[in-house]
C-alpha cells in the first residue's frame, strides 16, 4: 500500500446546484443559465446531491424492524443499531405489532415518529405505501432493499417507475430498490491517508475491495445502487469526488440509468484530478443480457462505452483484483516525477521476463546511461546485465550494497517508477531486500513497486514489512502491477492537462440549423442528393455536380460540372448503389454520358428503386478514402464515428467512436487510435493527407448531431476522401435517415 495524495485538485465553480431535499446551498458565481447547457437544452455540468445525511444521518427510522430470533430481518435490524451507534444516529422503530425491538421503543406507524428522520430504511415486501407516507416524518432519504423490480421485467418495471414516482412526490431520494445495506458496513477508522470511495450495483463485487482494508488501505464510503430508481451511480460519483478523504472512485457497473448523467459525474471527477477505476459488465452479449436481468438497467453498446469512458478518464478493468489493486495504487501513490520504469532483480531470467511484460503493457523502460551503468558496477559484478532491467545476482542484496543499488536507481533522473519482482521468499536475503526497498520509499517521492511472487502470503517479510509499509505498492501478480502503473501513469498525464470536453460543447445554435431543418424529412431516408444538401448546409465539401432529368440535361450538366464526371442513380430507396450497377465512373465524353443515363435508368426501372434523377458529378482526385457517421446509443444519444472508408468499413472495421460534445484535440486524438492512421500521414510515396480537414469535417459533423439531435436517426458520409495536405476533404456519398 501507499501514502499520500493525488495532487492539487482543481475546482469547479459553475452555479449554485440543488441539493438532495430540495434545498440550496451556495455556490460560487453563477453563470448564466444558458451558459450551462448545451444546444440541445442538456446541462453541461453536473448536479451534485448532498449525501452528507445519507452516510451520516442524525435519526434513522427501521420499517419493518425485528427482533425475533431466526428472521432475516432480525439481523439487518441489529446491524442498523450497530452501524447507527457508531455514527451517532438515532434509531426508531417501526412495527404495528411490537412495542419494542432490541430494547427501543417501536412505533407502529411512520405517522408516529417522534420527529422527522434524515433516513428511513425499509424491509417491507411493499415499500409503496410508506414512501408515500415518509413525506410527512420529513424523510430525506429512504432506502429500500426489496427486490422484484426493473429486473424482472416489463411489469417489474412498471412497479419501479410507480415506486420513484412516489418518492419524487415524497420529496425523499431513494435507494434502490433490489439492493441492500453495504452502505452501513463497518469501516476501520484506524487507517490513514487518501481513501477509495465504491459504488456497485452488486453487493458481493465489491467485497473483493471492501477486503483492502485487512491489507491496510482505507474505504471511506460504499454506495450499493441496486436498481438505481432514483439515486443512481452518477449522484454517488459526482459527491465522492468533492470529499477531501477520497482518493480514488473504484465502481462495479452492471448498466447505467443515464449515460449523460454518468459522463458529467466523470469529468467531475476528472477536474478535480480524482481517478475513477471501472469494472463496466456487458463486454458480451451473455453479459449485458445478465446484467439486464439483475437491475434492469441499460448495458449499452460496448464499443461506445468503451470510448465514453476513456473520453472522461474513467480507467477500465475487467476483474475484480484488478480493480482492487488498480485503485489502491491510483488513490495513494504521489503523482509521477517521470514515465520512465526500472525494472530490479536478483535474476535476469526475472527481469527480461518483467521487462518484456512492461514493454508490451505500453510502459517506457529508459536504458540507463553509461555514467549509471557504471556506478552500478560497483557493487554489481561486470558480467551481469544494469542498462534496465537490473539484475544484480543476488548476493549484493544481502548486505549493504543492496541500499546502494536501490538508492542509486531512484537517484536515476528518468525513473519514475522502480519495479522489484520477488518470484519467492529467500530468507535472509529477500528478507533484506523488501526492508531495504520499504526504507527507500519511505525517502523517495518516486513510485516504489514490488511483486510478491510467492503463493503463501503469509512470510514476515510480505505481511509485516511490504503490507505495513505507507510508501511501497505491493502486488501480488506482474500483470496487475504492470496494468496498475499504466493507468497511474495515463491518469496523470489526462488529468495533468485535462480539457474538459464539455467545455467545447456549443451553446447556441449555428446559422447551418435553420437551413438543415428545411432539408429533414421526418421518418424518411433521404436521397444521395438531398443528404449532400445537408452536408452543404454544415460547410461539409461535396463534389460539384448536378441532379437531372433527362439525357440532354446530362449532357449539359457533364459539360458545366466539367470532364471527366461520374454518374449516380440518386433515390430515396437506394441503398448499395454500386452492387447494383447504378454508379458509372470516369465519363469523358457527351456520348458516355448519354448511354451512361439511358443504362442507370433502365436498371433503376428493373430494381424496382424510384429515382429522384441522375447525378452528374465532379470527379475527385484520388486521396485516402474516410468515413465519419452518426449513429444513436440507448445510453449516450448521438455519437460520432470515425474510420478507414470505401470497402474497408466492411472488411478491416477500422473505426473509432466519441460521445459529443468534443473539441479539436479530441477529435485529434480520436484518429490516432485508428490502426491504419499511417495511411493519413503518407505510404508508398503518396504525400500526407488533409488531416486538417478531415477533423474540420469530424468537428462540423458532430455539432450536425447536437443540433439535430434524436431528428438525426443515422448519418454516414462513405466515402470521404481526404485529398493531399492543403487540398481539403470530399463527401463522395451520403446517407441520412431522418426520426
Known amino acids: 500500500m501507499l501514502g499520500s495524495t493525488h495532487g492539487t485538485l482543481t475546482t469547479d465553480s459553475r452555479r449554485a446546484r440543488v441539493i438532495a431535499c430540495g434545498e440550496r446551498r451556495p455556490g460560487p458565481a453563477v453563470h448564466d443559465r444558458v ?38 430481518d432480525t439481523g439487518i435490524t441489529r446491524q442498523l443499531l450497530d452501524w447507527a451507534g457508531r455514527v451517532g444516529a438515532r434509531v426508531h422503530p417501526v412495527h404495528p405489532g411490537r412495542p419494542s425491538v432490541f430494547g427501543l421503543p417501536c412505533v407502529p406507524s411512520v405517522a408516529r415518529l417522534p420527529e422527522p428522520v434524515d433516513l428511513a430504511v425499509l424491509l417491507v415486501a411493499d415499500p409503496l405505501p410508506v414512501i408515500g407516507e415518509l413525506a410527512g416524518a420529513k424523510a430525506r432519504f429512504a432506502v429500500v432493499v426489496a427486490s422484484g423490480f426493473a429486473e424482472t421485467g416489463q411489469a417489474g418495471a412498471e412497479a419501479q417507475q410507480r415506486l420513484a414516482e412516489a418518492a419524487r412526490r415524497a420529496g425523499v431520494r431513494l435507494l434502490g430498490p433490489n439492493t441492500n445495506l453495504d452502505a452501513f458496513e463497518r469501516f476501520r477508522e484506524d487507517l490513514t491517508g487518501p481513501a477509495i470511495a465504491l459504488i456497485t450495483q452488486s453487493g458481493h463485487q465489491g467485497r473483493p475491495v471492501f477486503a483492502l482494508q485487512e491489507l491496510g488501505i482505507r474505504l471511506s464510503h460504499w454506495a450499493p445502487t441496486g436498481n438505481e430508481a432514483d439515486l443512481e451511480t452518477a449522484d454517488f460519483l459526482s459527491w465522492f469526488a468533492e470529499r477531501p478523504e477520497v482518493g480514488a472512485i473504484a465502481c462495479y457497473l452492471e448498466g447505467l440509468k443515464d449515460g449523460r448523467a454518468f459522463l458529467l459525474a466523470a469529468d467531475r471527477a476528472a477536474r478535480r484530478g480524482v481517478p475513477v477505476v471501472a469494472v463496466k459488465v456487458g463486454r458480451t452479449e451473455a453479459g449485458a443480457r445478465t446484467a439486464a436481468s439483475r437491475t434492469g438497467r441499460l448495458t449499452g453498446a460496448d464499443d461506445v462505452v468503451d470510448a465514453a469512458l476513456r473520453q472522461y478518464g474513467v480507467i477500465r478493468v475487467d476483474a475484480l483484483d484488478e480493480l482492487q489493486d488498480t485503485a489502491a495504487l491510483l488513490a495513494r501513490a504521489r503523482p509521477p516525477r517521470s514515465d520512465g520504469v526500472v525494472v530490479y532483480s536478483i535474476s535476469g531470467g526475472t527481469g527480461a521476463h518483467v521487462a518484456d511484460l512492461a514493454a508490451g503493457a505500453g510502459l517506457r523502460l529508459p536504458v540507463l546511461s553509461t555514467e549509471k551503468q557504471a556506478e552500478l558496477h560497483q557493487w554489481i559484478p561486470d558480467c551481469l546485465n544494469v542498462a534496465n532491467p537490473v539484475d544484480s545476482g543476488g548476493h549484493p542484496v544481502g548486505d549493504q550494497r543492496g541500499r546502494k543499488i536501490i538508492d542509486a536507481l531512484l537517484a536515476d533522473p528518468d525513473t519514475g517508477v522502480l519495479i522489484c519482482p520477488v518470484t519467492g521468499p529467500f530468507p535472509p536475503l529477500g528478507d533484506r531486500l523488501v526492508r531495504d526497498l520499504a526504507d527507500a520509499a519511505e525517502e523517495t517521492d518516486k513510485l516504489v513497486c514490488v511483486v510478491w511472487g510467492s503463493p503463501a502470503g503469509t512470510e514476515p517479510a510480505y505481511r509485516e514489512v511490504l503490507l505495513g509499509s505507507s510508501r511501497v505498492a505491493t502486488f501480488r501478480t506482474v500483470g496487475n502491477c504492470l496494468r496498475a502503473v499504466r493507468a497511474w501513469l495515463d491518469h496523470h498525464r489526462y488529468t495533468g492537462g485535462y480539457r474538459s470536453p464539455f467545455d467545447a460543447a456549443p451553446r447556441t445554435p449555428s446559422p447551418s440549423l435553420r437551413k438543415a431543418e428545411a432539408l429533414l424529412r421526418p421518418g424518411a431516408r433521404l436521397s444521395e442528393h438531398a443528404a449532400k444538401q445537408l452536408l452543404r448546409a454544415y460547410g461539409i465539401r461535396v463534389p460539384r455536380e448536378q441532379l437531372v432529368t433527362s439525357a440532354a440535361a446530362a449532357v449539359r450538366a457533364a459539360a458545366q460540372v466539367g470532364y471527366p464526371v461520374v454518374m449516380k442513380a440518386s433515390g430515396a430507396r437506394i441503398a448499395h448503389k454500386t452492387e447494383l450497377g447504378l454508379v458509372k465512373i470516369g465519363l469523358t465524353s457527351a456520348s458516355q454520358v448519354r448511354d451512361a443515363y439511358r443504362e442507370l435508368t433502365d436498371i433503376a426501372r428493373y430494381e424496382g428503386v424510384g429515382l429522384d434523377g441522375v447525378l452528374v458529378c465532379q470527379m475527385v482526385e484520388r486521396g485516402v478514402e474516410m468515413m465519419v457517421g452518426v449513429t444513436h446509443d440507448e445510453l449516450f444519444g448521438p455519437t460520432v464515428t470515425a474510420g478507414l472508408g470505401g470497402i474497408l468499413v466492411e472488411v478491416l472495421r477500422d473505426t473509432v467512436v466519441r460521445v459529443p460534445p468534443f473539441g479539436e484535440e479530441q477529435a485529434r486524438a480520436m484518429l490516432g487510435e485508428l490502426r491504419g492512421r499511417a495511411l493519413l500521414d503518407g505510404v508508398r510515396g503518396r504525400p500526407p493527407a488533409d488531416v486538417d480537414a478531415l477533423v474540420e469535417v469530424v468537428l462540423r459533423v458532430q455539432r450536425m448531431a447536437l443540433e439535430l439531435g434524436s431528428r438525426l436517426a443515422e448519418l454516414d458520409i462513405n466515402p470521404l476522401m481526404v485529398l493531399d495536405r492543403g487540398k481539403g476533404a470530399v463527401a463522395l456519398d451520403a446517407l441520412v435517415v431522418c426520426r
Request: proline share 11%.
Open 35 to 72: 451558459a450551462d447547457l448545451d444546444v440541445s437544452g442538456r446541462p453541461l455540468h453536473a448536479d451534485v446531491p448532498d449525501l452528507a445525511r445519507f452516510f451520516r444521518p442524525g435519526s434513522v427510522a427501521v420499517i419493518g424492524a425485528s427482533d425475533a430470533e431466526g428472521r432475516p
